[in-house]
């Protein structure tokens, strides 16, 4: 696999069978990819807004600010992406490392572009196979 291939998921991944196995129609597999700057400062923004309005109505505003463990809530760092399991999609980067959370980056990873919404996504590159 390279840069410019194109892409789709193969259908004897554990996990697209699993996804297969529950007989729905439009099944979408779940990929991820990390947050802008921009749309966490939009997340913060809302946070601030609703705390905010929040006050103004006389309401307790703990929940929101903070989560059940006392700890602030903070902006995501990743987002998922719904990937059609029948989609065909162009590889960005066939090999990358890319970090989704607040751990240590996740290697073993292929950069995808979906090709009808314009959303890019990182999925295991063992889940895809190159359209010959």
Known sequence: MKK??????RPDDPEIERLMGWGMRNEAYMASRPTTPEEQEEWR??????????????????HIAFN??????L????????LPVDG??????ARCRVKLGWGNPTGGMAKILDTTTGEHAYVAREMLEVIE
Do not use: H, M, W
């Open 4 to 9: 410019g291939d194109l892409v789709k998921l």
């Open 45 to 62: 923004v809302q946070k601030r807004n609703d705390i905010k309005r929040a006050q103004e109505r006389g309401e307790e505003t703990f």
């Open 68 to 73: 059940d463990a006392g700890e602030s809530r």
């Open 75 to 82: 902006a995501p760092r990743s987002v998922s992406i719904a």
């Open 88 to 93: 065909i999609y162009i590889v960005e980067r």
